[in-house]
């Protein structure tokens, strides 16, 4: 079974709440019990969040990277292309951070 902290949102699994929310400390009380549609979508959505993290993560390597590439500044060819690479880079990463958003206000966290 799945419990969210109407506090803060923390989903627990288990048999009953927790006694405290691990997150913001409410007592289990503030935990509802999702019902098993809310759950499923939950449980369906987890592979893909935990992947939209990681491109959010790998996105900012790339900008890292290219931000590196940039201060080297080797030629205007190169720098160029670092730049669009640390551009393209933001996008990847506000896309993937607004879809997270999406599950979220759905549900799908």
Known sequence: MLWKCSVCGYMHEGDN???ACPKCGAP???FNALSDEDAQK???SDRTNDIHMEIIHL???IERLAKEGIEINLDPSCSALFGQAKNEA???KQRSKAELAGHM???KW
């Open 17 to 19: 709440p927790p006694v």
């Open 28 to 30: 289990a009380e503030k």
């Open 42 to 44: 939950v449980y369906a």
């Open 59 to 61: 996105a900012m390597e």
């Open 90 to 92: 933001w996008v990847l």
């Open 105 to 107: 206000s759905r549900g």
